[in-house]
């Protein structure tokens, strides 16, 4: 089999990108890539340090002449998101990831790549390995964030005592050729419905419905493009059948992601069954015409299930869960005036699972407008209180405003101008940042963000354009330069 990172330069970035993709590094699994940035670090002698959270900054020296430069925070986060394909022999938890060379891409087969933000963190090591004369840098700080995927919960929980520097460079955006001034705001809210079970009828079939296939991602920065989710689907589809009975409902892997599939296990009437069937496979023939473009391989399938279903939820109970669901704000809410074509406000639920006689939603929504999100969140909470489900308020975090006179972006944009040939988009995103968490602690740090070309993240095939890593390598290097002449 053929190396996929064969010739690819910078030869460090891609070395240490290479090894990330082997190493296991879920959400509150992360201890594996610490100890190989501290292994790293330990190799050079610099000192790294962690808070009570678990986030590592590494301590850089400045090369020589540049000591007395303002120290610059490099940062990212070590955490990924896995997601995989129900049919894969890869797993990203554990480390497996079959990385694939595709023209100009590298992607993942049938699991997450890690890009996001293995590129951050490869990015780091391989400019410190790089420094030199040509390309010099004040004193870094590398700072490598854990939990990112759930909340920002690693930012949240960071000391500000860690870290020092004036300015902060967040490697974790995914758009070539941008720089990223600012971001939504966002906060959980978990729905808990509680209802009676009820015994299946001696003679009800079993039947399991699937919505597979759609194409997910990321809940902030693809929100806009109209993708099915999987969740909110299968409760239309179920909604067009009467008097159905629930015995399970359960979709998504990942609160910041968007559902690419959900299965409900149902109990019907014998005498209804034909029937029953004939409904859902119109409804699903019908999501199949509607998302044919934002999702040609999403597929609604049709099966029996266990034929020894002991209890379901009741009929009522049942069509409570369906409108709840589809009640649920979702999608885009509301478009930025002020930069066209950014969303502005959105929500998404992301995960629905079924413990007993529990069911569990999780929904994330977001705003660019402190303003905007009491009505999202009110709206969640009415819907919520309608059905009789249990509503918690889960960890928010704060928007990032943009400042558009920070000698930081102006000291960005002419690097990028002069290496490029041609002015930089400078745009917000709709995706929540660290730095707006990171900003709140530090006030006066001046922030950006920016990163290489990463489509699809948060679900299988997520790739990493190959020509904007080098791109987004050599803005780096430069940018640290310009930041440590003064």
């Not at 409570?320 to 999608?331: F, K, N, Y």
């Amino acid at each position: 089999m053929s190396d996929p990172f064969a010739g690819l330069e910078p030869a460090a970035f891609w070395r240490h990108f290479a090894a990330l993709t082997r190493i296991p590094r879920a959400t509150f699994e992360e201890e594996q890539a610490v100890a190989y940035v501290t292994r790293w670090a330990g190799e050079r002698s610099f000192a790294a340090r962690r808070d009570a959270a678990g986030n590592l900054v590494v301590a850089v020296p400045a090369t020589p002449g540049r000591e007395s430069a303002p120290t610059v925070i490099l940062q990212g986060h070590l955490d990924i998101v896995c997601e995989r394909d129900p049919d894969s022999l890869y797993d990203p938890r554990a480390g497996r990831i079959d990385v694939v060379r595709e023209g100009g891409w590298l992607r993942a087969d049938g699991t997450t790549l890690g890009a996001d933000n293995g590129v951050g963190v490869a990015a780091m090591l391989a400019l410190v390995e790089g420094a030199g004369e040509d390309a010099g840098h004040g004193p870094l700080e590398l700072l490598m964030t854990v939990a990112e995927e759930v909340g920002m919960a690693g930012a949240a929980d960071l000391s500000p005592e860690l870290i020092g520097g004036s300015v902060l460079l967040n490697l974790d955006s995914g758009h070539d050729g941008t720089l990223t001034v600012g971001c939504a705001g966002g906060i959980d809210t978990l729905l808990r419905l509680d209802a009676a079970r009820e015994p299946v009828a001696p003679g009800d079939a079993a039947l399991r419905v699937t919505v597979s296939g759609g194409r997910g991602g990321h809940s902030g920065g693809d929100i806009a493009a109209g993708r099915a989710n999987a969740i909110g689907l299968l409760a239309r589809i179920l909604g067009a059948v009467p008097g159905l009975r629930i015995a399970s409902l359960d979709g998504g892997a990942s609160r910041n992601a968007i559902p690419r599939d959900a299965a409900a296990v149902l109990s019907v009437a014998r005498s209804v069954q034909d029937a029953t069937r004939t409904l859902i496979q119109d409804a699903g023939s019908r999501a199949a015409v509607a998302y044919r473009r934002s999702d040609p391989e999403l597929r609604v399938s049709l099966d029996d299930a266990r034929p020894d279903l002991a209890d379901a939820w009741g009929v009522r109970a049942s069509r409570r869960i369906i409108d709840l669901i589809a009640t649920l704000p979702s999608g885009p809410l509301r478009m930025s005036t002020d930069f066209p074509g950014v969303v502005e406000a959105s929500s998404s639920l992301g995960i629905a699972a079924t413990d007993g006689a529990r069911l569990t939603l999780h929904s994330l929504s977001r705003s660019a407008s402190d303003d905007v999100m009491p009505e999202i969140t009110g709206a969640i909470a009415a819907a919520g209180r309608l059905a009789g489900a249990a509503v918690e308020p889960g960890r928010a975090y704060p928007g990032w405003r943009p400042d558009l006179h920070s000698p930081a972006l102006a000291t960005a944009k002419a690097v990028f101008e002069r290496l490029f040939g041609e002015q930089p988009q400078v745009a917000l995103t709709h995706g929540g940042l660290e730095p707006a968490i990171i900003g709140a602690k530090r006030p006066g740090l001046e922030m950006l963000s920016f990163g290489p070309q990463i489509e699809g993240a948060h679900a299988p095939g997520e790739r990493l354009q190959i020509a904007s890593a080098e791109r987004f390598t050599r803005l780096l290097a430069a940018l640290v330069d310009e930041l440590s002449r003064g």
